[in-house]
């Protein structure tokens, strides 16, 4: 059993813990070996971490611990436990993507985002679950298998920074990273009820996207509260040569943010951009929110957007990324690719150059109508997701509000017409859905200016947390049990994939 000071320490905040490690009030080999703790007596519920290397983890905490002794000078995250996207190359450890074809890479150099985590003084203790090659919002791959979310396992964390959102929100790590095309930071993060920031294109470099150019993939934070999802924005925010679009910024803005008045906030809002589905029961639940919160502010006004054919220009800019990423493994074997990268792959095989040029050309005529929208309000509200967790057993939504969907990332629409705007976006905890589960608030941003929608976040949620059912929830770990997919569902989970809790191993993944 995890000791009562142990509790306490996992569900402390990571400026918190590394404010009381600098005051040498908590170790960080005592915290270390709660968050270890932690993590095998809930990890194999909800199947977040997969490979670990607990044994280093320990010896680089003690080693972080004789520092602070020293009185050396401590990074941002000095002794804090991290963990890392499966989709991030990490120095020694094994990194799958989720995919077959990586079951033993183990690479010999860390990506920069793990690269400039460790130089801020934390420690990698283990990597967290994606879909098989981040292809999709349902955390399930046929090397770990499925995360459960942890208010019920049966039902899926979003994705594709499923295992990095389950593991925050079950206090396993103060630290996790992530990454977003079409939603993948703000999905499970609003799913597993977390914070999740898609920072504007650059502001973290993103060294391992082939095509440097476009602004369609980022990297950024994930975080219990605002302030956390903070503390490692600066510690990895900044240019780098490896990513053209990086530029050079005062990282440590981020630090300490201030909350915005939120008195003084003119807030436009959407239900669906004017060209998502969505729910109904999703869309009575977002209304409720902005009844709530409307009395806030000093201007709270639905907005009408005309943002062109933007489901097709996602799908050709998103096939585009995936034809860069997946075009020799396709060659040597289309068999070697499960069916979401496949798909996507295949599709972009099809397009021509001509198509290519109309989604970049749309791309553009989209962000400028879209900003010319709301021009004068500081941020825009609209919901994260169009459904409440679905059961992880079902690879996606298929259909919203009746409505048959077109692919299997269709359903993402909502976060990923706001991506193709390359604004910052985040996703907050806002109390439950109508089936008592997470329920997400996206707040989209202006242009590059991040540290205003943190702190507009920041004022959300320390109102939230004042107002009933508008602050975070928390799940009751005491309460978890085994997922029963077939149970819940009706349905079996299908042959290729392992069950939830199939998780972690010691440096090696697990075979089917």
């Known amino acids: 059993m995890t000791s009562p000071r142990a509790t306490t320490l996992v569900e402390l905040t990571a400026p918190e813990l590394r404010r009381l490690i600098g005051e040498r009030a908590v170790s960080p080999v005592e915290l270390m070996q709660a968050c270890i703790a932690r993590i095998e007596a809930v990890n194999p519920l909800v199947n977040a971490v997969t490979a670990t290397r607990?044994?280093?983890?320990?010896?680089?905490?003690?080693?972080?611990?004789?520092?602070?002794?020293?009185?050396?000078?401590?990074?941002l995250l000095h002794g804090l436990p991290v963990g890392v996207k499966d989709l991030e190359p990490t120095a020694g450890l094994l990194t799958t993507f989720g995919s077959p074809n990586f079951r033993s890479f183990v690479p010999a150099e860390d990506a920069e985002l793990v690269a400039r985590l460790r130089q801020a003084g934390g420690i990698v203790v283990g990597k967290t679950n994606v879909p098989e090659l981040g292809a999709g919002a349902n955390t399930f791959n046929p090397v770990w298998g499925a995360t459960g979310n942890p208010f019920n396992p049966d039902l899926n964390a979003g994705g594709s920074s499923g295992g990095s959102a389950a593991a925050l929100a079950c206090d396993m790590l103060p630290v996790c990273t992530g990454s977003d095309t079409g939603g993948s930071l703000r999905i499970p993060a609003a799913k597993c009820g977390v914070v999740g920031l898609r920072p504007s294109p650059g502001l973290v470099p993103n060294t391992r996207r082939l095509l440097g150019w476009s602004p369609i993939s980022v990297v950024g934070p994930m975080g219990r509260t605002v302030e956390e999802t903070c503390l490692q924005l600066a510690a990895t925010a900044g240019a780098h040569p490896g990513d053209p679009l990086s530029y050079p910024v005062d990282a440590g803005a981020f630090l300490a943010p201030r909350a915005a008045e939120l008195g003084r906030l003119r807030v436009a809002w959407t239900e669906d951009f004017g060209l998502c589905d969505v729910d109904p029961d999703v869309r009575r639940t977002f209304r409720a929110r902005l009844a709530a919160m409307a009395p806030w502010f000093a201007a709270c006004d639905e907005v009408r957007l005309d943002l062109g054919d933007a489901h097709r220009c996602f799908d050709v800019l998103r096939a585009e990324a995936f034809v860069a990423g997946t075009r020799d493994a396709y060659a040597r074997d289309p068999a070697s690719l499960g069916p979401n990268p496949r798909a996507n792959y295949e599709m972009g095989a099809r397009m021509s150059l001509p198509d290519c040029a109309w989604a970049q050309a749309e791309q553009t005529r989209l962000l400028r109508r879209f900003q010319a929208a709301w021009q004068d309000y500081d941020v825009l509200l609209s919901p994260v997701t169009p459904v409440s967790p679905f059961p992880w057993t079902q690879p996606h939504a298929a259909t919203i509000d009746g409505r048959p969907q077109a692919n299997y990332y269709r359903w993402l629409a909502l976060t990923y017409v706001v991506t193709l705007t390359t604004l910052p976006a985040l996703s907050l905890p806002c109390g439950v859905d109508e089936a008592g589960m997470p329920f997400g608030l996206q707040v989209v941003g202006r242009f590059r200016d991040d540290a205003r929608l943190?702190?507009?976040?920041?004022?959300?949620?320390?109102?939230?947390?004042?107002?009933?059912?508008?602050?975070?929830?928390?799940?009751?770990?005491s309460a978890l049990r085994p997922a029963h997919p077939a149970l819940r569902s009706g349905v079996t989970a299908p042959p290729q994939w392992p069950a939830a809790g199939a998780g972690a191993q010691q440096g090696v993944a697990s075979v089917v």
């Open 54 to 75: 607990f044994e280093q983890a320990l010896e680089e905490a003690r080693q972080a611990e004789q520092a602070v002794m020293r009185g050396e000078p401590l990074g």
């Open 454 to 477: 943190l702190a507009v976040a920041l004022g959300l949620e320390q109102a939230g947390a004042l107002t009933p059912g508008l602050g975070r929830p928390r799940p009751d770990l």
